[in-house]
């Protein structure tokens, strides 16, 4: 099935097409969402049929009642996973991938800001033979401050990650069912799913999209949950945090045989007292900081194979509901 422009393949009547999307507490959206997409995979005039896949991540403010509604509506159309409590995107996401059944599955946010207008493209690519097509972003209607940050984290995290990760692609992407299976098959809880969707190789390719703004300006992901996903970025695909203190603890080795050779020299041959007090303080807190950071980053490490260890599920339903067209 791979192969470059010479290697077309189609959606045949049997295929299906998968939407996915975690909603968490967007009941002011959940309406609006669904109907846009509905509506872009209509005008797609597939040969084959579709469906969407709706993830209610814990909400509380009417997510939950408003996605029975939609079910109903849609009949036919839509899947409704609740799961019991806010398990987060990263969990919510794995659970909408393990509920669709498509041959590809377009994965989104449910937020306004990916834009539909991608199915089109991400299709054609497939038909290409790329088993991933990911949304590059090329403009985001955000904050500048948060665009600063993301540009920075996807560069940086770029720099000491060790597969080679595309710039400025998050969750937004078709994936091939072959790949869905193969991120299905990763046990790991910390998911950073660009890193795993980059991990998994086949042919993939990126086509630009530009970021629209949220429907609301509150971000559902606070400034904890984007740290944490960061932090599972760099641990679940680096050891550049601990290659740093190892250099860090060899030059401090080599600065302290230095300092010790100095002294003696001065002890035996000059007789001149070296004065060691500020140095020793400077010395000792500077080592002390250095030891606990490192400390800090292994216990990253430790707690992430304790995750893996204690073994629980990424996510938990609570009930599935899907109502047939008739
Ligand atoms: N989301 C979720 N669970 C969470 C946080 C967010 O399912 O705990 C969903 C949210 O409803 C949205 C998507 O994940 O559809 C992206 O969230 P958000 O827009 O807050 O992230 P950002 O675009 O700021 O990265
Ligand atoms: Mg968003």
């Given at each position: 099935?791979?192969?470059?422009?010479?290697?077309?393949r189609?959606?045949?009547?049997?295929?299906?097409?998968?939407?996915?999307?975690?909603?968490?507490?967007?009941?002011?959206?959940?309406?609006?969402?669904?109907?846009?997409?509905?509506?872009?995979?209509?005008?797609?005039?597939?040969?084959c049929?579709?469906?969407?896949?709706?993830?209610?991540?814990g909400?509380?403010?009417?997510?939950?009642?408003?996605?029975?509604?939609?079910?109903?509506?849609?009949?036919?159309?839509?899947?409704?996973?609740?799961?019991?409590?806010?398990?987060g995107?990263?969990?919510?996401?794995?659970?909408?991938?393990?509920?669709?059944?498509?041959?590809?599955?377009?994965?989104?946010?449910?937020d306004?800001?990916?834009?539909?207008?991608?199915?089109?493209?991400?299709?054609?690519?497939?038909?290409?033979?790329?088993?991933?097509?990911y949304?590059?972003?090329?403009?985001?209607?955000?904050?500048p401050?948060?665009?600063?940050?993301?540009?920075?984290?996807?560069?940086?995290?770029?720099?000491?990650?060790?597969?080679?990760?595309?710039?400025d692609?998050?969750?937004?992407?078709?994936?091939?069912r072959?790949?869905?299976?193969?991120?299905?098959?990763?046990?790991?809880?910390?998911?950073?799913?660009?890193?795993?969707?980059?991990?998994?190789?086949?042919?993939?390719?990126?086509?630009?999209?530009?970021?629209?703004?949220?429907?609301?300006?509150?971000?559902?992901?606070?400034?904890?949950?984007?740290?944490?996903?960061?932090?599972?970025?760099?641990?679940s695909?680096?050891?550049?945090?601990?290659?740093?203190?190892?250099?860090?603890?060899?030059?401090?080795?080599?600065?302290?045989?230095?300092?010790?050779?100095f002294?003696?020299?001065?002890?035996?041959f000059?007789?001149?007292?070296?004065?060691?007090?500020?140095?020793?303080?400077?010395?000792?807190?500077?080592?002390?900081?250095?030891?606990?950071?490192?400390?800090?980053?292994?216990?990253?490490?430790?707690?992430?194979?304790?995750?893996?260890?204690?073994?629980?599920?990424?996510?938990?339903?609570?009930?599935?509901?899907?109502?047939?067209?008739?």
């Open positions: 099935m791979m192969g470059g422009q010479d290697m077309k189609v959606l045949a009547g049997d295929a299906l097409v998968s939407v996915v999307a975690p909603m968490f507490n967007e009941v002011a959206n959940a309406a609006p969402f669904t109907e846009e997409v509905l509506q872009a995979l209509d005008a797609l005039q597939l040969a049929p579709y469906e969407l896949v709706l993830v209610d991540d909400s509380w403010d009417g997510t939950t009642e408003a996605l029975d509604a939609l079910a109903v509506q849609h009949a036919g159309k839509l899947r409704v996973v609740h799961l019991t409590r806010n398990f995107l990263a969990a919510a996401v794995s659970a909408g991938l393990d509920h669709a059944r498509g041959s590809v599955v377009i994965l989104m946010d449910a306004h800001q990916d834009d539909p207008a991608a199915f089109k493209p991400f299709l054609e690519q497939w038909g290409n033979g790329f088993d991933v097509v949304a590059q972003r090329t403009v985001r209607e955000e904050n401050l948060k665009r600063a940050v993301f540009w920075l984290f996807y560069r940086a995290f770029a720099w000491v990650a060790n597969i080679s990760i595309p710039l692609a998050g969750n937004f992407a078709l994936l091939d072959r790949v869905v299976k193969q991120l299905q098959a990763m046990p790991e809880r910390n998911r950073y799913l660009p890193g795993l969707r980059a991990w998994v190789g086949f042919k993939q390719t990126g086509v630009p999209v530009a970021r629209r703004g949220r429907y609301d300006k509150k971000a559902r992901m606070r400034f904890r949950d984007l740290w944490t996903l960061g932090m599972n970025a760099v641990f695909f680096s050891y550049v945090p601990l290659f740093v203190f190892r250099i860090a603890g060899l030059l401090s080795l080599m600065l302290s045989a230095g300092v010790i050779l002294a003696l020299y001065h002890r035996l000059t007789g001149k007292a070296v004065i060691a007090w500020a140095s020793q303080l400077v010395m000792t807190s500077f080592l002390g900081g250095i030891n606990l950071l490192g400390i800090g980053m292994i216990g990253e490490y430790i707690a992430r194979i304790y995750d893996e260890v204690k073994a629980r599920p990424v996510y938990i339903v609570d009930r599935v509901v899907e109502t047939s067209r008739e």
